[in-house]
C-alpha cells in the first residue's frame, strides 16, 4: 500500500443515488487532490486542497462536492451523476503544494454511473 | 497550450525483451518530468523524476532520459518481467511558478510469457 487509502475500491450508482468516495492518507502530507481517470484521457485535476482549505477548482460541475474536515482525510460527495462521470477516481496527496510532482496516489475509485 | 504526447498508446512484447517508450512535450518553462507505472486497478507510483540538468536516471531495470533542448523523454525497459505490465504516464512540471501539471495519456504496456 502506499500510505494513501480510497474507498470503496468499486462503486455503481444509478443517476438518482447520492454517494461520497473517501480518502484518507497518515502521510503527514499537507495537501490533497481529487483527480478523474477516465479511458484513453490523461489525468484530470478535479480539486486541490491544502491546510484544509480548497485552492483550486478546475471547472468541476456542482454534482462533485469535495469536503476536507482534516489534512488527512479527504471526501468526494457525489450526486445525480450521468453516465459520463464513470471513470476511475484517483486522490492523491503531497507534503506540499510543492507543484513537483511528487504526489502519493490512492489505488482510486472504479465508479459506474448506471 | 502545455501538452505531453506518449508515443506508442500501447505496446505488446515478449518477456525478457528491452522496450523504449517515449514522450514528448510542449510544456515551457520546464521543471522537471516524472514517469509514473500505473498497475491495473492501481493508483499511478513514481519511478523516476529528471531535472532541467539531468539528462538520465536509473530506478532498476527502468532508464529514463532527458532531452531537454528538443523536449523528449524516454523510459527504457530492460530485460522486461510479466509484472511490468502496466500503464506508464509522462507527467511534466511546468516551471517559473506556474501552475498545473501535464498528464500524458500513457502507454499500455503487456508483457506476454
Known amino acids: 500500500e502506499t500510505g494513501v487509502t480510497q474507498t470503496p475500491r468499486h462503486l455503481v450508482m444509478g443517476m438518482t443515488n447520492k454517494k461520497s468516495l473517501k480518502c484518507e492518507q497518515h502521510l503527514g502530507h499537507n495537501a490533497m487532490y481529487w483527480y478523474k481517470q477516465s479511458a484513453k484521457k490523461p489525468l484530470e485535476l478535479m480539486f486541490v486542497y491544502n491546510f484544509k482549505e480548497q485552492t483550486e477548482n478546475n471547472s468541476v460541475p456542482s454534482r462533485f462536492s469535495p469536503e476536507c474536515p482534516n489534512s488527512s482525510h479527504l471526501f468526494l460527495h457525489l450526486h445525480t451523476l450521468q453516465p459520463e462521470d464513470s471513470a476511475l477516481y484517483l486522490c492523491a496527496s503531497s507534503q506540499e503544494v510543492d507543484r513537483v510532482g511528487g504526489y502519493t496516489f490512492g489505488s482510486g475509485t472504479r465508479l459506474t454511473v448506471v | 497550450k502545455n501538452q505531453v504526447e506518449q508515443s506508442p498508446q500501447s505496446l505488446i512484447i515478449l518477456e525478457g525483451k528491452n522496450c523504449t517508450l517515449q514522450?514528448?512535450?510542449?510544456?515551457?518553462?520546464?521543471?522537471?518530468l516524472r514517469w509514473y507505472k500505473q498497475d491495473t486497478g492501481r493508483g499511478p507510483v513514481s519511478l523516476t523524476i529528471m531535472t532541467f540538468s539531468e539528462n538520465t536516471k536509473s530506478n532498476g531495470r527502468y532508464t529514463a532520459t532527458l532531452d531537454a533542448d528538443t523536449k523528449q523523454s524516454s523510459l527504457h525497459i530492460t530485460a522486461s518481467q510479466l509484472s511490468d505490465s502496466a500503464s506508464y504516464i509522462c507527467v511534466v512540471t511546468p516551471g517559473g511558478g506556474a501552475d498545473g501539471l501535464t498528464f500524458g495519456k500513457g502507454t499500455h504496456l503487456i508483457i506476454q510469457p
Open positions: 514522450c514528448n512535450y510542449t510544456v515551457s518553462p520546464f521543471s522537471n
